[in-house]
DNA sequence: CGGAATCCCGCGAGATACTG
DNA sequence: CAGTATCTCGCGGGATTCCG
């Protein structure tokens, strides 16, 4: 066979628009709840909630609870996300290079199209 | 500053979950509209071109009309289109290869909340 | 063949209020 | 603080039909 688990492994990768901004932020070390919402622009509490949810199930991400007063919860890597983390940052550094060439795309198709 | 087009970057490349199976195909040569669409399980001709037009958008991809009868368009990953799916090749790698272990996770993350 | 147009339904997701 | 719960609305996206 030529490559089998493809579609299910691109969606795996694609499921949640806002993992790849979390798993770079847990990439950094642990993060409480807040500091997660804060730092990644226009997520929602809810939303932000399902994909943490989501990433945890897929065994990417571990989420601990602290039964003190305040709560604090905080969420870290997995050796599993570890991993995803170190595979995507080839992507992630061309994005961040070649977002300008995007962007002008952009701008020109949409002066074209008017 | 430390990544300053860090979100723009990981918006980019996770702006619309059908990109990467799109790259993927058109990675091994230029592929007609009906073809892909044959190629990738589970999308609809709507959301094909909606993709389509949004990754054109964005300079990954050419769309190639050929004015005969019955019609023919091509499409055809761009200069820039080709550098992206170089620099995700480790992360499909990752996906292809991991997933498995992110199944299991999911198996037994529903097993356990019933 | 490769769309565009139209209709329509359901889920995604915002806002707000409430709890352990 | 870190969620759940509820209500609501918009638009993502399926099905179908028509066109060059």
């Known amino acids: 066979m030529t490559e089998p688990p493809r579609q ?12 790849m901004l979390i798993m770079y932020d847990l990439g950094a070390g642990p993060r409480r709840f807040t500091e997660l919402r804060r730092g990644i622009d226009g997520i929602s509490q809810r ?4 994909a943490l949810r989501g990433m945890e199930r897929d065994g990417l991400l571990t989420r ?8 604090h919860v905080s969420y870290e890597l997995t050796p599993l996300g570890r991993g995803m983390l170190d595979a995507a940052q080839p992507l992630l550094a061309w994005s961040s290079g070649e977002l300008p060439r995007i962007e002008a795309a952009r701008a020109d198709y949409d002066a074209r199209a008017q």
């Open 8 to 19: 299910g492994g691109c969606r795996a990768i694609a499921a949640n628009k806002w993992m």
């Open 47 to 50: 939303v932000l909630t399902a």
């Open 64 to 71: 601990t609870v602290h039964h003190v007063m305040p709560p």
